[in-house]
DNA sequence: GGGGGTCAAGGATACG
DNA sequence: CGTATCCTTGACCCCC
């Protein structure tokens, strides 16, 4: 029993295709291209076309958290249905008419709210023209000439369905989303400081652009998607033997890579650049996202944790490795980053908005597109700005601290690939830790706080 | 040949006359479509899954003659399922994964003879493709419908083109060869048993069973597909650094386990357990199939330097892990190990059913099949023998000295996973080794040899 | 290429 | 438990 569970990874890589990466974005199935606007498989295809047409209304028997994998998919059908949702899949390319054939309008994903998928699940659906508002040609319109740009698959609904009190002038806040020029220029990290001091006008207005909304609420879902599986896994601590905690880091890694995938699939953007050009942001930024995700761990024992541990590595190993001097001095500015953290109470909201914003500020020698790349970077910078200026109004250099903290967890993660590899399980405790300290009881050095 | 083929005719012919498409061919029940093959009826549809997915061996009380009808056809198992398949129902479409849906390759009955149908009925029966006079091309395994997945891909004729550089006698291989045209697979249990008991006669007179020949050559076949592809990643060696190596490391563990994954699913015997079967087997041996692995490494420093590095370890670390004697204690296990294989010069035949035995020498509490299993271990142990016997009649005690590294190999290998997790080190250490030791310049306690 | 349909796989469930 | 009915599923296929 605890021998299959711990693995499990075996199963799954029976399933794994190697070759390619194109995977369902709701089971992991080897998927057979876009179905009704996401990657997917013939199962979740065919699952969703019969859902929605048949009016399906589900009910989940466990806890609403069914995983789906291959195997697994069929166990829920609630919790595949919104895993459909939550994905993206859209209603709107099931044809009521039947007709097999012709127009592909370019339909896209849709992001839809929780509350919308709630009553979808429920049976309340509201099939069509949710709250279009007077809007004549329907939701989205996804046949509009607009070149491709990054409004593409803004959700129609979860910006206005919050009510109207928020919504200040669009028209001003529409534009300077879409228009290069209202946004200014912001190169990355050198320049952000300079950016902050006229903004303020910007926060004084309290306002949010809408489309920063959006783009907000499409990183947070792209965030949520990207659920990690492994602590489910870990949770239950039986009889940790070493075996089992190698399957379950190699499982870890596994999960993180591929969840990093997800994310970058899940992002509004993803369909604008070539896929060598994310592997490359990726290979070049995945370790600091891991330390970006670390931090935002709910665990604040993690790094303090860590910490311990590197300084208990200082003293037994000084003697023959002669990097540990550095080693203290990381462990020291991982501390501070910590405390950084804590200290601001990052939001999710910035959080997203941080990770996007690292992904797209690696090195991007040799792309063809680095305008493309810095065009998106500064939109995104500014919805961080516009975020942390109307949600934190007192606080005027939140905005500068956050890009501080990139720019140290941009130099940390740096000297942390730089510490030699005999100190390599000071990495995998990281990643470990970062997310379920169950097994604190089996490492040496650990710190209370 | 001709005997089956008029047997088959008769039975078309008798098929055609009175089927309609909506009758059943067992029971004249109404027909709800094809099922296994032939048009069947819900109940015999179901019936025929559950007798042969559970292995059911039926009984008929009276003369095998019972006639089956809507009403009667309850009334006897053993002729229902004799029926099915005197009728053609297909046992390969079968799924053993249990996934629904989808389609099948293998559509169409599949008629076998007289003589099948009475093993199977006995319980006898492995599933090889005896006398498949039907369907068109239904030899090789492409049974439950993959979407392009991993499959095992059997290459049809591998052993022949190795030609005859053994030098046994070239004719009895031919012979074997030329069976295994006709059966895929060579039914192997019932004559390993025959031939266990006076496996000392063809020892004197250097012969080699036919059938253990061609178990060998389904074995070597197998180790031959999976080739491990990360040296090919690793040999240029451009600039490693940790993060590339952490990463390499990662990949290796992945692709290590796929490869024993890959390699079991080439195993002769794969389709006769449950994949939990297989995943229990694995979770239990993997890191004794690794370092049996490691130990054929072509490479000889590799365990010399690995030996190096432990010790090492050992005069660093011992003030603060306690561990650190039985670490030395496993080097020198491994020392020896790795001198006893060079002694020995164990060929690839003998790896791959060194390999083998020690899959299926597991711990199989709770097993159902634990007869099943102890009969396959049998089975290559005779294998291993006989190679022994005939390559090596110089050295009775070979075979003994080969099991021996098996014991000892069980015993290194569990004390390896003994160690505590901050050595782990060792353990990617030994697995990185054991294939290319290319980047020993970068790791301390390097020996020359 | 992404809609739709097909139809044999397996699954659920009431019956005995 | 074995049976049989009905339902769900999904790899192929066709269509535009
Ligand atoms: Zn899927
Ligand atoms: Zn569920
Ligand atoms: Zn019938
Ligand atoms: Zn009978």
């Known amino acids: 029993m605890s021998v299959t569970a711990g693995y499990k990874v075996a199963i799954r890589t029976f399933c794994y295709d190697r070759s390619d990466r194109r995977v369902c974005l709701i089971c992991g199935d080897r998927a057979t291209g876009l179905h009704y606007g996401i990657t997917s498989c013939e ?69 839809i709210s929780e509350e919308a998928i709630r009553r979808i699940m429920a049976g309340e659906e509201f099939d069509d023209e949710e709250n279009t508002s007077g809007n004549s040609s329907g939701e989205c319109d996804p046949s509009s000439p607009n070149n491709g740009r990054i409004d ?8 206005r369905s919050s009510g109207s009190s928020r919504s200040l002038d669009s028209n001003v806040l529409k ?9 200014t220029v912001i190169p990355y990290l050198p320049a952000c400081f300079a950016y902050s001091s006229h903004s303020l006008s910007w926060t004084e207005t309290y306002s949010f652009n809408v489309h920063s909304q959006s783009l907000l609420q499409q990183l947070l879902q792209a965030e949520k998607t990207k659920q990690l599986k492994f602590p489910v896994l870990i949770q239950n601590r039986c009889a ?15 999960e993180l890579l591929f969840q990093q995938i997800m994310w970058i699939k899940q992002l509004p ?32 024992q993690v790094l303090g944790d860590l910490c311990g541990i590197i300084e208990k590595y200082h003293v037994s190993k000084d003697t023959i490795h002669r990097c540990t001097d550095e080693a203290v001095e990381v462990a020291k500015q991982l501390n501070y980053l910590f405390r950084k953290f804590r200290q601001l109470g990052v939001t999710e909201e910035e959080y997203v908005c941080m990770k996007v914003i690292n992904f797209l500020s690696q090195d991007t ?7 493309h790349l810095e065009q998106l970077k500064k939109c995104y910078l500014n ?67």
């Open 43 to 111: 199962g979740c295809k065919g699952f969703f076309k019969r859902s929605i047409f048949n009016k399906r209304v589900y009910k989940c028997i466990r806890d609403k958290k069914c995983t789906m994998s291959r195997k697994q998919r069929n166990r829920c059908q609630y919790c595949r249905l919104v895993k459909c949702l939550q994905m993206g899949m859209n209603r709107k390319a099931i044809r009521e008419d039947g007709m097999p054939g012709g127009r592909n309008k370019t339909t896209g994903p849709v992001y």
């Open 152 to 159: 593409r698959n803004i959700s129609p609904d979860s910006p």
């Open 175 to 183: 534009d300077s989303c879409l228009i290069s020029e209202v946004s």
């Open 240 to 254: 940790m033997t070493p075996s089992k905690l190698l399957a379950l880091l190699c499982q870890l890694a596994d």
């Open 269 to 300: 953007f993803f369909k604008e650049m070539l896929i060598r050009h994310y592997t490359c942001l990726l290979g070049a930024s995945w370790h600091e996202l891991v330390l970006l995700q670390a931090l935002m761990s709910r665990d604040c």
């Open 365 to 371: 020698k040799g792309f063809s597109n680095v305008a």
């Open 383 to 449: 919805v961080c700005q516009e975020y942390t200026a109307s949600q934190y109004p007192g606080q005027p250099t939140r905005f500068v601290d956050l890009m501080a903290c990139l720019t140290m967890i941009h130099n940390i993660s740096g000297k942390l690939l730089g510490i030699p590899l005999h100190q390599l399980p000071l990495l995998l405790k990281v990643i470990l830790h970062s997310f379920k300290a169950v097994l604190t009881d089996n490492w040496p050095g650990q710190m209370q706080e």
